[in-house]
């Protein structure tokens, strides 16, 4: 949906900050309801998961492409991640609890393929429908797939033997409070830390996380999530860097599209494609680096993984004043070639380290903060966008409309004579929603 932003602005005469609650939204849906995974998986069959979420990702869809407005689109995509946010899992549990663990790494690699497949092509998607159609067929065209892909998954599910068990409601409040007062302090920053939706925010995240912990501390009893996991280091620190790689991607799947149409004046066509050649290098290296994980052990792929990203994020860094569509999509590339090593793998390697019903917990962690880490970090970019393109103040405007313009399009600029692709200045750029982030 990134590359809808500027349209869905024009059209609900509405600031990117607004908009970029369609994405923020729905990761976060999904990630409060992973949250349930390992309670779901233990008291439902699969079959019922499976059938629920179908019928959440169907229906939301049909209110997105039905919406009138904004808030419409919002509740659409809410209970579209509800659904995403129980199959996911779902499906890591199954290949971790179901295949040996010398073809893990492949058949992990083959399913984290097409969910970090999803942010990268999806711009490329949106894209074309969006210029030759209308958005709402980015949601009208997934709706008969929802349903032979579900009808499918829900006919071939696996049976299980649910144990049901008491469900923490007191646990799941307080992960809801922290995570959701965390999100809306990110997305008021550019307001500072002394605005109190942003400092009480904060407070609240901090207070509602301290509790959550001290409640899945407590002797007896079945928890949300068993923390305990944690201390295993080996799994820790696969976690955070697979958090750290998620942030990234979603970043840069965020910030190139907007880039494209805002500051070079580019289609949503071409703002979509800028992300294809990743996309389709990510589809096909996913189950490449989890065979490779397979044959010669992790240390190969995370290290020259590791080393790729890093190329990227410096050339991005370095000629970040001389980008253009090229180079955008020279740099994509490699990164994604550091990021198809690594990402899945460090979820491969993280699960190995756990035994019998830590799997579970560690699937659920795994996928939350994957999904948590692409909504804070959705909404931290949006922010700092708006700080940098002058923020809400009106005073703040009308200074900055006497100097250059700055925020997402200055540093990016180009100069001299020869731009390729017909790129031009963004002072030249007349469309609505360049003012819009430009004041």
């Known amino acids: 949906m990134n590359v809808t932003f500027p349209t869905l602005m024009g059209l609900f005469h509405t600031t990117l900050n607004n908009v970029q609650w369609i994405t923020t939204a729905y990761l976060l849906a999904v990630t409060l309801t992973i949250v349930l995974a390992a309670y779901l998986q233990r008291s439902f069959h699969y079959r019922t998961i499976l059938t629920v979420s179908v019928l959440a990702s169907f229906f939301g869809g049909v209110i997105c492409a039905a919406a009138l407005n904004l808030p419409m689109i919002l509740l659409g995509r809410v209970i579209q991640g509800a659904g995403t946010g129980m199959a996911l899992p779902l499906l890591f549990t199954?290949?971790?609890?179901?295949?040996?663990?010398?073809?893990?790494?492949?058949?992990?690699?083959?399913?984290g393929m097409i969910i970090a497949l999803a942010p990268s092509l999806g711009p490329t998607y949106g894209g074309t429908v969006l210029d030759l159609l209308d958005w709402r067929y980015n949601f009208i065209f997934t709706l008969p797939l929802i349903a032979i892909f579900g009808w499918v998954a829900i006919k071939n599910a696996i049976k299980n033997k649910p144990e049901r068990h008491r469900f923490q409601l007191a646990e799941y409040l307080a992960i809801v409070v922290s995570l959701v007062a965390l999100t809306l302090a990110v997305n008021q920053l550019d307001a500072g830390l002394g605005d109190p939706l942003?400092?009480?925010g904060l407070l609240l995240f901090l207070a509602a996380l301290v509790a959550f912990v001290v409640l899945t501390r407590r002797a007896g009893g079945h928890h949300l999530l068993n923390l305990r996991i944690l201390t295993n280091h080996a799994f820790?620190?696969?976690?955070?860097?697979y958090v750290f790689l998620q942030l990234v991607q979603i970043s840069l799947t965020f910030v190139i599209p907007n880039l494209a149409q805002l500051t070079f004046n580019q289609s949503a066509l071409v703002a979509g494609f800028l992300l294809l050649a990743g996309s389709l290098l990510s589809s096909f290296l996913g189950p490449v680096m989890g065979r490779l994980l397979?044959?010669?052990?992790?240390?190969f792929p995370l290290i020259a993984g590791s080393l790729y990203i890093m190329a990227s994020l410096i050339l991005f860094t370095v000629f970040i004043a001389h980008l253009t569509i090229l180079t955008i999509i020279a740099f994509h590339v490699l990164y994604i070639l550091g990021f198809s090593m690594m990402y899945n793998n460090t979820m491969t390697l993280g699960l190995q380290q756990l035994n019998g019903p830590q799997i579970c917990d560690g699937n659920a962690l795994f996928n939350m903060l994957q999904q948590y880490a692409g909504s804070i970090g959705t909404a931290a970019r949006a922010v700092i966008i708006a700080i940098g393109g002058g923020g809400r103040d009106s005073k703040r405007r009308h200074r900055s409309s006497k100097r250059e313009p700055v925020g997402l399009h200055r540093p990016l600029l180009l100069h001299g004579r020869h731009r390729p692709f017909g790129l031009r200045p963004l002072s030249k750029l007349k469309t609505p929603t360049v003012r819009a982030l430009s004041c």
Do not use: F, H, N
């Not at 199954?94 to 399913?111: E, K, M, N």
């Not at 397979?294 to 240390?299: C, F, K, L």
């Open 236 to 241: 820790t620190y696969s976690l955070l860097i």
């Open 94 to 111: 199954i290949i971790t609890t179901q295949v040996p663990r010398q073809q893990q790494g492949t058949y992990v690699g083959t399913a």
């Open 294 to 299: 397979d044959d010669r052990g992790p240390r």
């Open 198 to 200: 942003v400092s009480g």
